[in-house]
């Protein structure tokens, strides 16, 4: 089973410092092992017990179930149903969230892994939507959660942007300010990758200045963003 997010698994990498006010998010064993996009931000996930969460692209991974148990008001947006292999503990919408952002209502937080990085392109088989709707996406995020609210991205990131894929992007230093970050205000970097994005298995944390210079287009880094609407 995996380990719990705030004693064994933190210990698997030394370089990351977290500093919570809240208690660590807890994993049932159910949920198998979880992919290093998810469980860096269940990591840094310090939002206090009852608060309201959005999350947005929350087809693979069982974050909305997860937080869930730990107590949070979550609901999931995605453009697909979903059916894992247990009862649905949270509130569930099918749909584009550019196109219904508007009608869900203010959160407390809002988070998103490996989940930007594809809208508006080829990911599910749909074709090219809007080459731009990343940056909708995220304006979209910024107006849903609440004023001093926290939100949590992740996206592939590397010196390159736009590899030859019509499937997802890679963001660069510029391209992740503009594109993602845009009027957040920044409050941590974690830049990091994995042999085959599973987790606990993470291989290295990378320094910022090293990932702006990383440009191997056969794998590629991770950042986890933590921000804040001002």
Known sequence: PPPKMGGDLLSRWPHIKVERKT???EVDPKYGSLDCDTAMMLAFFDE?????????????????????????DVTAVDLREYQPPFLCNHKRIV???VEQWGKLGIFDAIFSTSAIEHFGLNTYSEGIKDLGYDKKAMRAIAETVKPGGKV????????????????????NKETLQDRII???????KV?????????????????EKDADLYADESHHLTVLLITRRI
């Open 182 to 188: 845009q009027n957040l205000k920044v409050e941590k």
């Open 95 to 97: 749909g584009d969230f």
């Open 48 to 72: 206090s017990p009852g608060s309201k969460i959005l999350e947005v692209g929350s087809q693979e991974e069982y974050s909305a179930w997860i937080l869930s148990d730990n107590g949070f």
């Open 191 to 207: 830049f990091f990758k994995s042999a085959d994005c599973s987790c606990p298995d993470v291989d290295n944390i990378v320094e």
């Open 152 to 171: 949590y991205i992740t996206v592939p990131y590397g010196a390159n942007f736009f590899v030859s894929d019509p499937h997802w992007r890679i963001y």
């Open 23 to 25: 208690p660590p998010i």
